[in-house]
């Protein structure tokens, strides 16, 4: 129906997240319409963050640059870990202001039927950094689902196991279930983490 430039503008923007192929259409249009400024600046936006924003080598956050500047941060507690899963999910704990110790970043959720086993997330890594640096509290913040409720348990056990003088806690309940950590609000966020309790 379009000429292939157009088919393939719109096939990218299909594969956003929550983007169908109608809203891929108008998207597209919308940037056929567009000076040419403003269009190239999206593309420059997307080559500029990928090439220069990686993840951190130590928590594997979001990073320009070797380390995040939460890592970076010497003011931050360095006895405090919070697992997320993933680095979109720091951003929600950061607004809550309640929170100032470090993060750890799984990269997902233990999921044995989409093949997602304790060797493919950040898991060793986390258990290195606690036993290396002698953590005082590892706060367990993946997603109230059922993934990370399993993903939660796991980690509590390996820590019990490998550093058992770290408090192992998990943010209070009154998150929605089923929800992601990213869509909670500030508030129901920073009740939770101050409600946390032992895993
Ligand atoms: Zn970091």
Redo the contacts with the bound molecule.
């Keep these: 129906m379009f000429s292939p430039p157009v088919n393939r503008l719109i096939t990218e923007f299909a594969r956003l997240p929550g983007i169908g192929q109608r809203t891929a259409q108008r998207l597209a249009f919308h940037v056929l319409r567009a000076p040419s400024d403003e269009a190239l600046g999206l593309a420059e936006a997307i080559r500029e963050v990928k090439e220069t924003v990686g ?7 979001l ?1 320009v640059g070797p ?6 941060d010497d003011r931050r507690d360095a006895e405090m870990i919070c697992v997320v899963e993933e680095p979109s999910d720091v951003i929600p704990i950061e607004r809550t202001n309640e929170y100032h110790g ?4 799984l990269g997902g959720a233990l999921s044995p039927i989409d093949g997602v086993d304790p060797e493919d997330l950040r898991i060793g890594e986390l258990l290195g950094r606690v036993e290396g640096n002698g953590t005082r509290e590892v706060v367990v913040a993946t997603n109230p689902t059922t993934t990370g409720e399993a993903t939660a348990l796991y980690i509590a056990d390996a820590l019990r196991e490998r550093t058992p003088d770290t408090a192992v806690t998990r943010l209070a309940s009154g998150l929605p279930v089923g929800a992601d950590l990213e869509y909670a609000d500030e508030i129901t966020l920073g009740r939770a983490l101050r409600g946390r309790r032992d895993l």
């Design positions: 993840l951190c080598e130590i928590c594997f956050n990073a380390r995040c500047r939460i890592c970076e470090k993060y750890h970043v």
